[in-house]
């Protein structure tokens, strides 16, 4: 499992109640974050552009971490995000094999920083879902799509078991075959 | 050359860095080009990179993604520790923990047996030398 940079919160929030609106309505909101800090602020960053409502007159009532429901499970993530490139912003649709909806949102923020040089403030993810194998559209994803994989490790790297045991320089040249 | 150990589903591997070096698992899924889903029965299932794992020669018969009852069972009736330990493999990682382990006074009766087993091999030699000589 692992520690994952990004964590999914769920924050809830409403406008503060005032003489004319007693009981304003509450919002809730699924986002990631490194901690909970950052969650909160990108939660009235979202709800100031959807509502009229600012932290100063808001407040949250609840912020949850969600963890995964089911991390032995392989499922293929579906992730719709909004990203700024240095041209303007554009939509994407992304799809990820992964155990854990944290560990396919890492995913995607380390593919996007690699492939489109976006950094992690420039995105703004706007729908996760778990897609069933049929509805798969990329073919990356749908190549695992097999009941009988089988496959072979090309290249056999040995690697020190320990850091420790690292040495700059070898005797013999190492054989790779498997 | 072809290749003869793959990466598929009941592959078992060792696990050659990391927290759980030295450790038997199963293969019961693939994940993505990288990773496998790997299982064992005294560990939670869990995913591991491929750099992590040596694959050996020994496959067990198992659908995908089985429980855990029938991955124990399917583990038994391969005889899969009964396999890896007889294997050459298994059997020098083995010996290697043994010479690990030794202390002081088993590392000075191994001096000892290397001696008297150095001598026996000499006094062979020696009358099959004379043998040749004669």
């Known amino acids: ?178 | 050359m072809p290749f003869k150990r793959y990466v598929e589903i009941g592959r078992v591997a060792l696990v050659n860095y990391g927290k759980d070096y030295g450790r038997l698992v199963v293969i019961v899924d693939v994940i993505d080009q990288n990773r496998a889903l790997v299982d064992a029965p005294d560990m939670v299932r869990g995913q591991m990179n491929f750099k992590r794992l040596s694959l050996t020669d020994i496959k067990i018969d198992i659908p995908r993604l089985p429980k855990k009852k029938s991955l124990i069972a399917a583990m038994e009736a391969t005889d899969v520790k009964n396999k890896w330990e007889n294997s050459s493999w298994g059997r020098k990682l083995i010996v290697q923990k043994r010479r690990a382990s030794l202390n002081d006074f088993d590392r000075f009766k191994v001096m000892l047996a290397r001696i008297k087993r150095g001598g026996a091999i000499q006094q062979e030699l020696a009358k099959l030398k004379k043998q040749n000589a004669s």
């Open chain 1, 1 to 178: 499992m692992g520690n994952f940079r990004f964590h999914q919160y769920q924050v809830v929030g409403r406008a503060l109640p005032t003489p004319s609106d007693e009981h304003p309505k509450i919002y809730r909101m699924k986002l990631w974050a490194t901690n909970e800090v950052r969650a909160k602020s990108k939660f009235w960053y979202f709800l100031r552009k959807l509502k009229k409502v600012k932290k100063s007159n808001g407040q949250v009532l609840a912020i949850n971490e969600i963890f995964e429901r089911k991390p032995t499970k392989i499922k293929n993530y579906g992730i719709w995000l909004r990203y700024q490139s240095r041209t303007g912003y554009h939509n994407m649709y992304k799809e990820y094999r992964d155990t854990t909806l944290n560990g396919a949102v890492e995913q995607m923020y380390n593919e996007m920083a690699s492939r489109h040089r976006v950094r992690h403030h420039c995105i703004q993810i706007i729908k996760t879902a778990t897609i069933p194998a049929k509805l798969c559209k990329r073919e990356s994803t749908k190549q695992f799509h097999d009941s009988k994989i089988k496959f072979p490790l090309v290249l056999k790297k040995v690697r020190p078991p320990t850091r420790k045991l690292k040495t700059t320089y070898k005797a013999s040249r190492p054989n790779l075959f498997m």
